[in-house]
């Protein structure tokens, strides 16, 4: 069945240092997501992007984060400066979603990407 | 915004007795969709109900929706130690987000 991968699975990094999540979606999807969830808590939704922009965002991507689709296939979530809070999981998800199709409702989410801000 | 509570927060039972996870909402939905989470790991999709149905199978899973009362439940019949995990419910899909809910922590014990 297909997936959605990511990389790194763990990383440890140094405050105010930037991090670049990487993300590969299912290849026939056109919606991209990320999703964090701080330990302990509710997942909670970041961004999501469609056809090379950003189509909504939450409060928490702020201008520290941001987003990127170099190429076909991967979907990456850079954070510029991290922070102590920065710490949690982070999800990339996908869905292949289209208007008049009954299918396509299922987001489908990666592993994730254990971050821990030191 | 719509945001979905579950409860119980924590759930113990044994081998064999079903386990029913509940789920309330606040607004109008098109769907709903119910993910596990084993311990440190990613969110697998389990079931997804439309706004028109009120029930469905898939396997030992069973999902009801009652939109008049804003809710929705988990139902794992036959329940296997590997069943522990946690059970989130979420509004939205399709290219809405998806807005998680606290989640319910299942411990089902050999």
């Known amino acids: 069945e297909p997936e959605v991968t990511q990389t790194p699975s763990h990383q440890v990094t140094q405050m105010g240092q930037e991090v670049i999540l990487r993300c590969v979606p299912i290849s026939n999807h056109l919606y991209f997501y990320w999703y964090r969830q701080i330990l302990g808590q509710k997942v909670e939704f970041l961004v999501s992007?469609?056809?090379?922009?950003?189509?909504?965002k939450s409060e928490i991507f702020d201008d520290q984060f941001s987003v990127e689709r170099p190429d076909g296939s991967n979907f990456t979530l850079k954070i510029r400066s991290t922070k102590l809070e920065d710490s949690a999981m982070y999800f990339c998800a996908s869905n292949s979603f289209r208007q008049g199709f009954t299918s396509g409702n299922t987001i489908y989410f990666g592993e994730g990407s254990w971050l821990t801000v030191v | 915004s719509q945001q979905g509570e579950e409860d119980p927060q924590a759930l113990s039972i044994q081998e064999g007795e079903n386990a029913t996870m509940n789920c309330s909402y606040k607004?109008?939905?098109?769907?709903l969709q119910w993910y596990r989470q084993n311990s440190g790991r990613g969110l697998v999709h389990l079931i997804l109900i439309r706004s028109n149905e009120r029930e469905k199978h898939s396997g030992r899973l069973r999902v009801t929706l009652d939109t008049s009362k804003k809710s929705s439940s988990l139902l794992i019949t036959a329940s296997r130690a590997a069943d522990t995990a946690s059970y989130f419910c979420a509004t939205g899909g399709g290219f809405q987000k998806l807005v998680f809910g606290t989640g319910t922590r299942l411990l089902v014990s050999p």
């Open positions: 607004t109008s939905i098109n769907n």
């Open positions: 992007f469609y056809n090379n922009e950003i189509s909504e």
